[in-house]
């Protein structure tokens, strides 16, 4: 699409996930963006998904919305190890494309997909909401400006508890469902960004679940400059979640850093000697700042907030996390 041109993107959504609930206030809302239809292979649900938010279409099939030519750009939530197939097959049909994380579950097939898009003339990018908001862009402006010193460790954690984990696609192994990918990606993600660049060492362990993935995660990571991550995640925990960035000079404390518009809208910073301040942050919507991103990139306004070869670099680092896992016991199934 030309930058020059001044109608709202047209949005087609590959199916009425979870997820979507989220993205698609944000699209209604803006003057960018317009969301005209759903597809789903169940049609009472893109009905119903369809008359919720507004939407003037619905298809029948993943191909047919695809095949519309007034859809510009798609939007995929599906399961994990759906997303190269349908990226793929939506990249060829000319439309830019932002799908959920993990964008695949290899780096080697996210590099082959960016390579497409690029041969298509499209825009892809991985969804992750946190990373276009302003709490993150103060975070690593204080990571990067030396606020902090020399960094010596970063913390994060993302636990969450599923309450049917039997009915929830993120605990089946065959759509590429577990704990590193779902929440763990990402503390992987912000630990890379904050720190410059791959771990050149990895070490970590996980705790299966019964029905055939790690429920629980715990990764360190090492890095060139002598800092290291620890993250910690988990699926059937209680919520915790947490960023703390440690300098020689002062700590950076973030207790809402993924769902990042949700309140305390604030940065803790902790100095050596003891003083704390609270860095005030706007409570804007991260998904509605994800999606006026994309539009931004696809109009040649902006370059994308996270470059294909960031997300290459953080499936890769989850590969070799995944690969050096100790697992533990598997966790017994719950008896009622």
């Known amino acids: 699409m030309s930058a020059a041109t001044n109608r709202p993107l047209r949005w087609g959504i590959l199916s009425p996930a979870r997820i979507a609930d989220d993205v698609l206030p944000g699209l209604i809302s803006s003057t960018r963006n317009q969301p005209v239809g759903v597809a789903s292979r169940d049609p009472q649900r893109a009905k119903s998904?369809?008359?919720?938010?507004?939407?003037?279409?619905?298809y029948a099939s993943y191909q047919s919305l695809l095949e519309d030519p007034d859809i510009d750009c798609v939007y995929i939530p599906l399961p994990n190890s759906l997303h190269g197939e349908w990226v793929r097959q939506a990249i060829n049909h000319g439309k830019h494309?932002?799908?959920?994380?993990?964008?695949?579950?290899?780096?080697?097939?996210?590099?082959?997909?960016?390579?497409?898009?690029?041969?298509?003339?499209?825009?892809?990018?991985?969804?992750?909401?946190?990373?276009?908001?302003?709490?993150?862009?103060?975070?690593?402006?204080?990571?990067?400006?030396?606020?902090?010193?020399?960094?010596?460790?970063?913390?994060?954690?993302?636990?969450?508890?599923?309450?049917?984990?039997?009915?929830?696609?993120?605990?089946?192994?065959?759509?590429?469902?577990?704990?590193?990918?779902?929440?763990g990606s990402y503390c992987v993600s912000l630990s890379n960004l904050l720190l410059g660049d791959a771990p050149v060492e990895v070490q970590a362990a996980s705790v299966p679940s019964p029905l055939g993935v790690?429920?629980?995660?715990?990764?360190?990571m090492r890095y060139t400059n002598g800092a290291v991550a620890q993250f910690d995640c988990s699926m059937r925990s209680p919520l915790s979640v947490h960023v703390s960035v440690l300098g020689e000079k002062a700590e950076a404390i973030v207790?809402?850093?993924?769902?990042?518009?949700?309140?305390?809208?604030?940065?803790?910073l902790k100095a050596h000697g003891g003083d704390e301040t609270l860095l005030a942050v706007p409570d804007t919507n991260a998904y509605f700042l994800e999606t006026?991103?994309?539009?931004?990139?696809?109009?040649?306004?902006?370059?994308?907030?996270?470059?294909?070869?960031?997300?290459?670099?953080n499936l890769e680092t989850l590969e070799r996390l995944a690969a050096s896992a100790t697992p533990g016991?598997?966790?017994?199934a719950t008896t009622p």
């Open 49 to 58: 998904f369809a008359k919720r938010f507004g939407l003037d279409r619905t």
């Open 97 to 183: 494309v932002l799908c959920e994380k993990p964008l695949v579950t290899t780096a080697a097939e996210a590099q082959d997909l960016f390579a497409l898009a690029d041969s298509q003339g499209v825009h892809l990018a991985e969804a992750f909401m946190f990373r276009h908001h302003p709490k993150t862009r103060t975070l690593i402006d204080l990571v990067q400006s030396g606020a902090l010193g020399a960094i010596h460790t970063v913390r994060s954690s993302f636990n969450f508890m599923t309450e049917t984990p039997e009915d929830d696609i993120r605990f089946r192994s065959d759509l590429g469902g577990g704990a590193l990918r779902d929440v």
């Open 214 to 220: 790690a429920e629980r995660f715990y990764g360190t």
């Open 255 to 268: 207790s809402m850093p993924w769902y990042a518009h949700k309140a305390p809208h604030s940065i803790q």
């Open 292 to 313: 006026e991103a994309f539009a931004a990139t696809v109009r040649g306004e902006r370059p994308p907030e996270i470059p294909g070869s960031e997300t290459v670099r």
């Open 329 to 332: 016991p598997t966790i017994p």
